[in-house]
């Protein structure tokens, strides 16, 4: 078998162990270990790097302890928009969706933009008719209302405030992703998110924009960001990692370290990256309290975690 990686996250934020129960760590883990699996299980079988991150966002998406499909947070006007994007490292060819609002697995439809359309970016009703045509799952609005987002919500609804949806201070958090390099060597990154609660209706953050929060590239890396997407957007984050190593020649880690440790905490920006490099190497820097984040490879054993470790997050290719 040769080798392949896959790197998943449900967001990042203000999550410490004070803000979280054992059970409710447990069910976290749980649901990070069940996309984990969906998208390694599609690796170890010989399968693309682009459907593994898809599926696993799929899976991701469906699960409403994340901020990605059925669980998205709400906007300024008590509604659902819900953003996503997916890249192929290879082909460099790329599907994105902004602000659609009733389509069950927004990652599906950025995948159909990128394999069946001209395109590579729809918003809103256009985005929506062309899921019609490609026969993608529609859900009514009650399908994506969680009553915990819903409180979140009426806290800060009267108010300017808008903010991620884990400095809440509840206990649901994140924007979903992966990443991940296949047999043939191919990498691919897909991001879903609900955005941040009462944000503007019709704003976008970062994580359908290709280049800040989603980019793949054979030659350098895949990533996937979470975090305030207003600053992901001004740093270019994705990008950045992958021109950074481009460019520069940097290693995934240096990278990753600059982007994610300095730039971006300089500009003020909260939150973190997973990212996999041509080598299979993963990275899971964030400048936030914790991350929700989860990697394996077909050398070493499933790493799920959620708080700030004490040392380094770079899993080495062995
Ligand atoms: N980056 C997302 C946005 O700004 C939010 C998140 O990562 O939770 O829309």
Known sequence: MSDFSIAIHGGAGTI???????????????????ALEKGA????????????VEQAVVVLEDTPLFNAGKGSVFTKHGQHEMDAAIMCGKTLQA??????????NPIRLAAAIMQYSDHVFMSGHGAEEFARKQNLEFAPEEYFFDMLRYKQWSEVRDSD???????????????????????????????????????????????????????????????????HGEYFLRAVVAYDVSCLMEYKGYSLQEACQTVVMDKLVRLGGEGGLIAVDRAGNV???FNSEGMYRAC?????DARIAIYKDKVPEVSQKL
């Not at 599907?95 to 069950?104: K, P």
């Not at 290709?210 to 895949?222: E, R, S, W």
């Open 16 to 34: 410490t162990p004070a803000s979280m129960t054992p059970d409710l760590e447990q069910k976290y883990k749980a649901a990070l270990r069940n």
């Open 161 to 227: 405030i808008f903010m991620l949806d884990h400095t809440a201070g509840d206990e649901k958090f994140g924007t979903v992703g992966a990443v991940a390099m296949d047999q043939h060597g191919n990498l691919a990154a897909a991001t879903s998110t609900g955005g941040m609660t009462n944000k503007n209706y019709n704003r976008i953050g970062d994580t359908p924009v290709i280049g800040a929060g989603t980019y793949a590239n054979n030659h350098t890396c895949a990533v996937s960001c979470t975090g």
């Open 95 to 104: 599907g994105a969706v902004a602000g659609v609002q009733s389509i069950r």
């Open 41 to 52: 299980g599609i690796l170890s079988k010989g399968g693309t790097a682009l459907d593994a």
């Open 296 to 300: 394996v490879t077909n050398r070493s």
């Open 283 to 285: 990275a899971m820097p």
